[in-house]
């Protein structure tokens, strides 16, 4: 066998696995959406949940929101100033190394156990409950590092010739990376955040330990108050009720579920994809 | 102090809050668990509250086997579909799998555990017998999970390889293949198996897709084929933690699964870091 057909038999393989990796996501999205479509109705969207087989869940859709909110209202800024730091004032030292590696550490840490400390820490240690504040502070710490990479990562791809103009105007680096950096980088930070709240809506370890665990009936009227979420809602569903009616409302909350993390997680891209052309190509 | 100095000064308390929170985290889970972590809690071979037993060891086997299995799937798929994306893909063609990928990574797992309790559960049912949740489902399940990271690490990996090593290889007269295989696969290979190493930590802490398809049985045995139920370690801790009294040895066993994941992850987050020299993030 020459080599030039090799090549072409080698590089149908390389396809075929990329082929079914790209499968799986619309795979999955028809199926939830042919399942799913048939329940959708106002009545469903707005009505609280009773038991597994009726009502619906208003309450969980706006527990998801408002768990994804505050998660990205206390993580996002804290996890902006962490990129700064780390892309423009870290010296190259052990101590960075370290803040470095234990950044990445918690973006290894499984959710389970990042639900185990908010149970420990925020629920019993500081009595914060089973609550909206407590789930949404650990979902907070989850998603904190991965706001850090994607933040740190637009700020680099700033061109240095922004810095150095700015700097030969006699800008001070604060005022330089104030007033030139972060606008140039914000929409890759964006993208970022958004990315991070797509994660945290679609989790639902650290909520059930944090948040609540049952089927919610109400809206959450304080931080305090137990909260349902759409994920949540669907496992309940899923592995304990076990009529046709309480699986076609699983589908329901999933195909609702998908939606709104597709909505957060395409504009992410598109936000991204604005950001490079604007850049112009590396 | 002038302005700039405070800055940075804040934003570095800012930057240390995350190895803060690994700290916290750590101690918090010891302070429970501690008095529950002994010999007899990792070798022990029955797990069982009812009779104060609390031993992983069978717990601890599944989820090695549920990950080994699913990263097996995930690496012989993934990785091709990387040295594609990296090496051979057309531009926007690159722009499309990559922007797939990345969606993937956050698909809610409990929709993608919700896909395994309806669709692979019942084909393993009907096609091969058993119960059909069992560690067959957990590797499908799983190896969908994976594939996203492995995909998009060893990709980096592959492109960190300088281009003149593909012009030198391609100089030469070889085909792009052999340009690959020899010059780029080489180079990149640290990188590749640093991603698979993350990619073993982020398996063994996935917690919901898992959780609803292995069967998680009331007191696990070691598995003796692919489609026995298993339990893994996070799949104890979420269905157990509800009941578990508040203060109880199981309570405290339980928090100890979470330092066993803790540290496993921590160890595996070391060998990537500092044993495999992983691409910089400095770049």
């Known amino acids: 066998m020459d080599e030039l057909t090799k090549e072409n038999i080698i590089k149908a393989g390389l396809c075929a696995s ?12 028809v199926w939830v959406g042919s399942n799913g479509i048939g329940v959708i109705s106002w009545e469903f969207l707005t009505g ?41 004032y870290a010296p190259n030292n052990v101590i960075t190394q370290t803040v470095r590696f234990f950044t990445e550490t918690l973006a290894g840490m499984p959710s389970i156990v990042i639900g185990l400390f908010g149970l420990e820490f925020l629920v019993y240690y500081l009595q914060l409950k089973t609550s909206l504040l407590a789930g949404a502070v650990s979902l907070s710490f989850m998603t904190l590092p991965w706001t850090i990479r994607a933040s740190e990562e637009a700020i680099k791809m700033v061109p240095r010739g922004y810095r150095d ?46 948040s609540g665990s049952g089927l919610e009936a109400f809206v959450p009227r304080s931080l305090r108050s137990p909260t349902g979420s759409l994920t949540m809602y669907i496992y309940l569903l ?34 991204r994809n604005y950001y490079l052309r604007r850049l112009g190509p590396r | 102090m002038k302005r700039g100095d405070i800055a940075s000064k804040i934003l570095f308390l800012c930057a240390s809050f995350s190895t803060l929170i690994v700290f916290l985290i750590i101690i918090f889970l010891l302070r429970e668990g501690i008095s529950a972590l002994n010999w007899n809690f990792l070798m022990g071979m029955v797990w069982s509250p009812h009779k104060n037993l609390y031993g992983i060891f069978p717990t601890l086997l599944g989820t090695l086997v549920v990950v080994a299995g699913a990263i097996i799937i995930a690496t012989a798929i993934g990785v091709p ?3 594609f994306l990296a090496e051979f893909s057309p531009f926007w063609l690159r722009n499309m799998i990559k922007s797939t990928v990345e969606v993937l990574v956050g698909v809610p797992s409990v929709v993608i555990g919700f896909f395994g309790l309806i669709v692979i559960i019942p084909f393993i049912r009907n096609n091969l017998g058993g119960r059909g949740e069992s560690i067959l489902a957990g590797w499908i399940v799983l190896a969908i999970m994976s594939l996203p990271h492995i995909i998009s690490l060893s990709e980096d990996a592959i492109r960190a390889v300088p281009t003149s090593y593909r012009q030198a290889s391609l100089a030469l007269g070889a085909t792009k293949w052999q340009t690959v295989r020899r010059a780029v696969l080489p180079s990149a290979s640290s990188g590749m198996r640093a991603a698979i190493v993350l990619g073993v930590g982020r398996a063994v802490g996935e917690t919901m897709a898992v959780l609803m398809v292995v069967g998680n049985p009331e007191t696990p045995w070691i598995p003796t084929g692919v489609l026995d139920r298993v339990r893994v370690l996070t799949s104890t801790i979420a269905i157990e933690f509800s009941y578990a009294e508040w203060g109880s040895p199981h309570q405290y066993a339980l928090f100890a699964i979470g330092v066993v994941l803790f540290f496993i992850v921590v160890a595996l987050n070391l060998v990537a870091t500092f044993v495999i020299r992983r691409r910089n993030w400095n770049g």
């Not at chain 1, 005022?175 to 964006?190: C, D, F, N, Y």
């Not at chain 1, 304990?240 to 939606?259: D, Y």
Request: proline share 4%; glycine share 10%.
């Open chain 1, 238 to 271: 899923a592995t304990q009720g076990h009529t046709s009616e309480s699986m076609s409302r699983a589908f329901g909350a999933s195909l609702v579920l998908l939606v709104m993390f597709m909505a957060v997680s395409v504009s992410a891209l598109i936000v």
């Open chain 1, 165 to 210: 103009a700015s700097l030969a105007l006699g800008a001070t680096k604060w005022q330089t990376i104030l007033k030139i950096v972060l606008p140039a980088a914000s929409p890759g930070i964006i993208t970022g955040i958004l990315l991070g709240m797509g994660k945290a809506m679609g989790e639902t370890a650290v909520v059930w330990l944090t």
């Open chain 1, 48 to 88: 609280r949940p009773y038991r597994f087989e009726l009502g619906g869940i208003f309450p969980q859709i706006v527990g998801s929101i408002y768990l994804v909110s505050l998660c990205s209202l206390l993580g996002a800024p804290l996890g902006v100033a962490s990129a700064i730091y780390l892309a423009e």
């Open chain 2, 81 to 83: 579909c990387a040295v």
């Open chain 1, 18 to 29: 990329v082929v079914i990796t790209i499968l799986i996501l619309p795979v999955i999205v």
